[in-house]
């Protein structure tokens, strides 16, 4: 178990220490949200109320990052719904000792009610929406949800949560993502990225 937190600061070095994968699978769009971006959004939900004692719903959960992260924040109970087998090994060992149950299956079968989803799903670079359908279990399965997408994919995510929800936040971010890739040329690379909170 970790000590109390006094800080986003102290999250977000826990947050850098969890274990990751060794091999990213490029056909998921397994893109890791960083420590830095996942204790702020993390932090943004805990000042909102809509963490702390609240039953929370990490989508395409990856090594657990917002999982833990909600965790330690005073979250009642986390799902961690993963379609990698892989990842949802190190979500066993990134959360354990905390209420994460681990669902490793497709987003369209998860089926339990939450009331806040946290979630950086796929961008849909490769599979053209393929986002879509984390947005609509958010909406269908939460009354609040804080989530991440490519700033290119700006056009339809705004045209979803109009038509779906209420959005109460909507900033420009950048996601710092590192060598995972053949095609990737560079140590690290800023994505920019779309941070939304919507209530539903």
């Known amino acids: ?111 339990t009610r939450v009331d806040t989803v946290i979630m950086n799903p796929p961008f849909g670079s490769i599979v053209e929406h393929s986002d879509r359908v984390f947005l609509e279990k958010a909406v269908e399965l939460s009354g609040f949800i804080y989530s991440l997408h490519n700033f290119k994919s700006a056009e339809f995510v705004d045209n979803f949560y109009k038509d779906n929800a209420s959005i109460i936040r909507r900033q420009v971010v950048n996601i710092r993502i590192p060598r995972l890739y053949k095609h990737h040329s560079k140590d690290h690379e800023n994505i920019k990225a779309l941070f939304y909170t919507c209530e539903v």
């Open 1 to 111: 178990m970790y000590s109390p937190l006094r800080s986003k600061k102290d999250l977000e070095i826990i947050l850098q220490k969890l274990k990751k994968p060794e091999n990213y699978k490029g056909y998921l769009e397994q893109y890791p949200t960083d420590a830095a971006l996942a204790a702020e959004v993390l932090f943004i939900a805990y000042l909102d109320g809509n963490l702390d004692g609240k039953t929370i719903g990490d989508f395409g959960a990856g090594n657990g990052v917002f999982s833990l992260g909600s965790a330690m924040l005073g979250a009642s109970k986390v799902f961690a719904v993963e379609v990698d087998a892989d990842q949802c090994e190190l979500i066993r060992e990134n959360t354990k000792g905390f209420n994460v149950e681990i669902i490793n299956s497709n987003i369209e079968e998860f089926h």
